[in-house]
């Protein structure tokens, strides 16, 4: 396990070895260095492991995963197919990464699509578009996913990435069925990220049965005295 209390932070966001038009998006949003969760978590992604991090809202961990996964699938040719599906507890943190890949990606042809409940039918058609067509990036709460898998026309065959962001969040919120379904549509091969703000023994067990070999990351907070 890392522990990252005391990571310099001299390191910048080229030095990771992000593609340039990445870097362009991220210069444009006045960002100028990573935090240490991405910078620890960013390299081994690219490298294609499986990531367990534990980090706390606020330590830039969406970055940390969105900017290697954004740049691992732009380099792709003839993308027609899902590439990475985001798992998150609400339409809020939906909406909020969508609108992150958005802006990573704006000097990029990334695409993305917001899955969530709520909406009316006529996004629920946007939203089976997005997953027949082939849209990049699918940011989907597990209730909504489920509701389009079960009806039968979701293909995650070539699926890249399953990332399960706050995933103690959603455990709380009784989604591990949902969860658990949702994994078993995806192939072995995919690569499995999962980052959550705690590590209790529900998130441990989720962890043995969805990632492979995963490198933890664990970044110790400061706490006042």
Known sequence: ML????????????????NEDLIQGI????????????????P???????????????????AAFLLPVIHSIIKESNRT???????VPTRELATQIDQAISAYGYFTDISSMPI????????FTQEKHALTTGTDIIVATPG??????NLGYVDF???KFLILDEADRMLDMGFQPDIQRIIAQTP?????????????DTIFNLSRGFLNNPITINIALSKPP
């Open 3 to 18: 522990d990252l209390c005391d990571m310099s932070s001299e390191e910048n966001f080229s030095s990771l070895g992000l």
């Open 27 to 42: 210069d444009s949003m006045g960002i100028q260095k990573p935090t240490p969760i991405q910078r620890e978590s960013i």
């Open 44 to 62: 081994h992604i690219l490298e294609g492991k499986d990531v367990l991090g534990i980090a706390q809202t606020g330590t830039g961990k969406t």
């Open 81 to 87: 197919s899902v590439s990475a599906l985001i798992v």
């Open 116 to 123: 969530y409940g709520g909406s009316d039918g006529k996004v």
């Open 144 to 149: 909504r996913l489920n509701m389009h898998i």
């Open 157 to 159: 065959s070539k699926l």
């Open 188 to 200: 072995d091969s995919r690569q499995g990220l999962l980052f959550s703000a705690t590590m209790p």
